[in-house]
């Protein structure tokens, strides 16, 4: 039976290989359950007649440098080791942390500064991606999907962005066929979108100029001419740190093609940066099934009054001050670009809190 | 225009032309109200219950032509056709246009000659990119057919959401896109706000076509894309391919190639691109193990531990994959020997990165040491240290699929 096809990207840190992306797939399930029809299927029926799932994994390209550089990280705080600047800073921050800093900073934070600081990483991890999304796409089309909807993850909204962005601009590589008029997606949502924050500030690509990758006036804005998308969703909690430097909030998209989806709701701090928690949030997973199923009129009033007390009952808090302290980081100017030293820190701390 | 040929043909545009239905919708929402959609919702009447509008087209479609399977396998003898490509297309096309306008069920009304109107129009543009083009080994240039939100377009589905005054509305031709999930045929569907924050409800929809017409447009879409979707699979593992040619070159080079320090890691990223894996790789400052071996008296030849820097190198990658590598280095050696001084030479490198886990990158050094007032040769033999430090991680450990190892 023809399906909608749903895509995950992770965010940062080590995922297994096998079943990283199945409690996503399993909040999505249960959480269109909930609505008439689907309230009547098992989530195999579900899974069998009308969504596939395609996780899109790039994590490992950063194992191959946790290993290594973690192994030298005295070394890597010599500012005479390091030719990169900017990373060098990073680095000797680093080394003078605490053990419970230093461990985040290794196992979280270092996905994203390298992805940030680091050309050949971010280039290595966009072929990897780029590799998988036209191959899921192919899977699509072969078995007869109906359509393409992409769910990416803190880190993974940058990554996808660009590895998009890159795909369709690469004609020489997938001969128009990969183009927005013959295949496009019909909804992109963004969760905790860092694809500003960790945006490339000089050119990566030589094909697409680094103009075409401003998150901004990428081809990933819905509704202009080149988009690939039908629809974006941008979510994020008021709480989650994550989103707080360099927020996505584009002023100029049409509404009719663009949500942005601020949650509120949580029941422990660490939990607000877990996508399973945005997920689980009908804010969030409403207007997602309502693009992933094709029916925007998903869930009667009743339906949607009773997840809503259900999830509030369940979370709920909706202020705190485990992160107050982030915000002196970048001072009173959000929109300033970090540096690769703060970007660290501020990555660093903040997932001591999440992790 | 009649009240109802203007909902009919923005509904078409929605399902034929998402691009064109993205524009006005985008255009409408930004600045000129009332919008199409708004319009289109006024002038098609009280909207029914969202319920009884999907219970209509259960009964009165789903049942009479069971959702875009009206030919269900018309394209069969083209797509199995080893003359298959521009002709048979073309051939499939004719036949295609000769069905629609010899559909009575599109000539009942204004509104069905509309939608003829449009469908051979499209048909037609079709065949002619079609005889524009000259058969390549790579396939259809899609580029020239492509017609942005046209009927090739894989899912020729449109969902467009916009205000209408104080209300919502949105808007899906859920049923031309979606054989076999629900079946809907709006022009739009009135959304109110809901108990959740920002998540409006629905609260009733609108027919826009007659059970006749809808099936008639999403027959012909369906066949058109039945028609091509094997050039289309063609066209996409080729991509596909190609695609995974460029990310096993990077594993190749990052994970399999020639270790890079992490200030080499810097130095090489400048001019990368993710859709070329780098051809060359400068080696800097080095460092690396080795035994020496000490060819001065060929009877008594005796390893000397040591280490080796590079100073200065490098390497250059062959094959599509980056699947080997030859470089050269300065080098500088240090022993452990108190006979020997400081020694200097030059280094081959050189590795199979598709062999990398039977055959350990080596690198072959002549050197010559300052000892007694005499040069001295030795050859010196180092192992790639620091990228078994890594060995084991990478991309290499994610499965591509039919990804060639090299």
Not at chain 1, 168 to 175: K, L, P, Y
Not at chain 2, 348 to 377: C, E, I, N, Q
Not at chain 2, 386 to 391: E, F, K, N, T
Request: net charge neutral; proline share 6%.
């Amino acid at each position: 039976m023809a399906r909608s096809y749903v895509f995950f990207a992770h965010g940062v840190g080590t995922h297994a290989p096998a079943d990283w992306w199945l409690s996503w797939k399993e909040t999505l399930i249960t959480a269109l359950r909930r609505f008439a029809p689907y309230d009547a299927l098992s989530p195999d029926e579900i899974e069998r007649e009308h969504l596939a799932f395609v996780p899109i994994r790039y994590d490992a390209v950063f194992e191959g440098y946790r290993k290594r550089w973690q192994s030298a990280s005295r070394a890597l705080a010599d500012h005479d080791v390091i030719a990169q600047a900017g990373l060098a800073d990073a680095f000797t921050w680093v080394a003078a942390q605490d053990g419970a800093l230093q461990r985040a900073f290794w196992s979280h934070a270092l996905d994203a500064v390298l992805w940030y600081a680091l050309p050949q990483a971010r280039a290595a991890v966009q072929a990897l991606v780029a590799q998988q999304v036209a191959a899921g796409l192919a899977d699509m089309v072969r078995s007869g999907g109906t359509g393409a909807h992409l769910i990416a993850h803190s880190l993974g909204t940058s990554v996808l962005h660009d590895a998009l962005v890159g795909l369709v601009a690469a004609d020489d590589v997938h001969h128009g066929v990969l183009r927005p008029a013959q295949l496009r997606w019909q909804s992109i949502t963004m969760v905790a979108n860092t694809s500003r924050l960790l945006k490339a500030w000089r050119d990566i690509d030589a094909q697409a100029s680094l103009p075409q990758y401003d998150p901004y006036r990428s081809s990933l804005c819905p509704g202009r001419e080149g988009s690939i998308t039908d629809m974006y969703l941008s979510v994020r909690h008021q709480i989650d740190p994550i989103t707080w430097p360099r927020r996505f909030a584009p002023v100029d998209w049409s509404p009719s093609r663009y949500s942005d989806v601020m949650t509120m709701h949580f029941r422990n701090p660490a939990e607000v940066h877990d996508l399973t928690h945005y997920l689980e949030n009908p804010q969030v997973h409403l207007p997602l099934l309502r693009l992933v199923v094709g029916r925007a009129g998903l869930g009667t009033s009743a339906e949607i009054r009773r997840v809503w007390d259900q999830f509030r009952s369940a979370h709920p808090l909706t202020a705190s001050t485990a992160f107050a302290d982030l915000k002196r980081l970048f001072g009173d100017d959000g929109e300033r670009r970090l540096d690769v030293r703060e970007l660290a820190e501020f990555l660093t701390r903040a997932y001591r809190v999440l992790t | 225009m009649t009240p109802l040929l203007f909902p009919a043909l923005l509904a078409l545009s929605l399902v034929i032309g998402p691009g064109l239905a993205a524009a006005q919708a985008s255009e409408a929402a930004d600045a000129q109200p009332p919008s199409e959609l708004c319009r289109a919702l006024a002038e098609a009447g009280t909207p029914l219950p969202l319920e009884e509008a999907e219970q209509k087209l259960v009964d009165d479609v789903l049942r009479a032509d069971v959702g875009g399977t009206r030919w269900p396998d018309w394209a069969a003898p083209y797509r199995q056709s080893p003359a298959r490509g521009t002709y048979a297309l073309l051939r499939g096309l004719a036949e295609l246009t000769q069905a629609v306008e010899g559909d009575p069920g599109l000539d009942a009304s204004p509104r069905g000659a509309a939608i003829e109107t449009r469908l051979r129009a499209e048909l037609t543009r079709l065949q002619t990119a079609l005889e524009k083009q000259t058969p390549t080994r790579e396939g259809l240039d899609w580029k020239q057919l492509e017609h942005d939100g046209g009927m090739l377009a894989p899912f020729a589905k449109s969902s467009a959401h916009d205000t209408c005054g104080d209300e919502q509305v949105a808007s899906d031709a859920v049923f031309f896109a979606r054989p076999g999930v629900p079946p809907l045929v709006l022009v739009a569907q009135a959304m109110a706000p809901s108990v959740i924050p920002g998540v409006p409800a629905s609260t009733g929809a609108v027919l826009y076509a007659s059970a006749r017409e809808a099936m008639a447009v999403r027959a012909t879409v369906g066949a058109v894309q039945t028609l091509f979707s094997a050039e289309r699979q063609q066209a996409l593992d080729g991509a596909v391919a190609r695609l995974t040619t460029i990310s096993r070159g990077w594993t190749h080079y990052l994970e399999h190639g020639y270790s890079q320090y992490p200030w080499e890691a810097a130095l090489n990223s400048v001019g990368t691109s993710w859709s070329r894996a780098p051809r060359l790789q400068i080696v800097l400052i080095h460092p690396e193990p080795a035994a020496l071996l000490d060819l001065r008296e060929a009877k008594r030849s005796v390893l000397e531990g040591a280490l080796l820097v590079h100073g200065a190198g490098l390497i250059g990658y062959g094959g599509d994959t980056r699947s080997w590598f030859l470089g050269a280095s300065a080098t500088a050696a240090v022993t452990t020997s108190r006979a020997l001084g400081l020694g200097g030479g030059g280094t081959l490198h050189l590795g199979h990165t598709a062999l990398r886990a039977r055959v350990p990158h080596v690198s072959l050094s002549v050197l010559a040491f300052a000892t007694r007032g005499k040069k001295a040769p030795f050859i010196g033999l180092s192992v790639d240290l620091w990228r078994l430090l890594g060995s084991g991680l990478g991309t290499s450990a994610i499965p591509h699929g039919a990804q060639p190892d090299a």
